[in-house]
């Protein structure tokens, strides 16, 4: 028996590619939402992740988590990260400073995707996408990808769409279509950074300052100014495959499998 836990959420196109299981042999993975699980139906080895869970709204479903551990026989956290400030109004904020909940002591093995913590590093599974090898062609200096709640106020006329949905295919193709993303969405931001593509990320959300590749961060209101100084990172994608690679081998390792 086995489990993946994460934010089952088709409408949202970053939460819904982040389940490890979607790329790694895990055996039979039930895929199984945080907010919702039942935890008598957990059984044998459950994996936490991908996504931003470490946050307020998931909070107490991982505590309840961290209680039963007792009754499994692994439970590992895969490439979750903290997402404790959050403004729905579009407001910046600033980087969230405080330590890892106490639950995480509960796991038998810990990865996250927040580079810099005193935690390991293992970003979100979803590096392992093929077409991240095979970006789209650049077409457009300029679009914006914006969380679905969240509006990117920039009136430039450049195209933009939302993080809504599970159409991951269109969702990388508009990625890779321009040379510069505007973005305040963690999975636009990874994804364009894995595709080669530039990145401008306007922070309404903590979880965006803890990229290994990091976007360049600013205001809204600044985009202008900083849109010069983002960067290309050549080696992200094999750089985040490496990792994740490394971390199925312990998970693997835990559980008594062959990998």
């Known amino acids: ?37 039942d935890l008598a139906a957990l059984d044998g080895h459950v994996i936490v992740g991908g996504g931003g869970l470490v946050a307020k709204t998931f909070h107490l479903h991982l505590e309840r ?4 551990r007792s009754k499994l026989s ?40 927040d580079y810099g913590t005193s935690l390991r590093w293992v970003p979100c599974a979803s590096c392992m ?13 300029i679009v914006i990808y914006e ?19 599970n159409d991951i295919a269109s969702v990388l193709a508009f990625l890779a279509s321009a040379e510069l993303v505007i973005t305040n969405s963690y999975h636009g ?8 593509r530039r990145v401008l990320a306007i922070v309404n959300m903590s979880k965006m300052y803890r990229f290994k590749h990091s976007p ?3 205001r809204v209101e600044h985009w202008k100014r900083f849109a010069s100084l983002a960067q290309v990172y050549p080696m992200a994608l094999t750089e985040c495959r490496a990792a994740s690679t490394a971390f199925y081998r312990d998970v693997a390792a835990l559980r008594g499998q062959s990998e």
């Open 65 to 68: 988590l961290a209680r039963y």
């Open 1 to 37: 028996m086995a489990g993946n836990v994460f934010r089952s959420d088709p409408t949202n196109v970053g939460d819904w590619y982040c389940a490890p299981s979607r790329y790694f042999p895990l055996g039979n993975a039930n895929s199984l939402d945080v907010i919702d699980t």
């Open 189 to 196: 931001a990874y994804w364009a950074t894995l595709m080669g």
């Open 147 to 165: 969380h679905k709640r969240i509006p990117i106020p920039i009136d430039e006329g450049f195209a933009r769409r939302t993080n809504s949905g």
């Open 216 to 218: 360049v961060i600013c």
């Open 129 to 141: 996408m093929p077409e991240l090898e095979r970006p789209a062609p650049v077409t457009r200096d």
């Open 74 to 113: 692994s439970l590992v956290a895969w490439g979750i990260g903290e997402s404790e400030h959050v403004d729905r109004t579009g407001g910046f904020v600033l980087p969230y400073a405080g330590n890892w909940p106490d639950y995480m002591a509960a796991f038998d093995l810990v990865g996250v995707r």
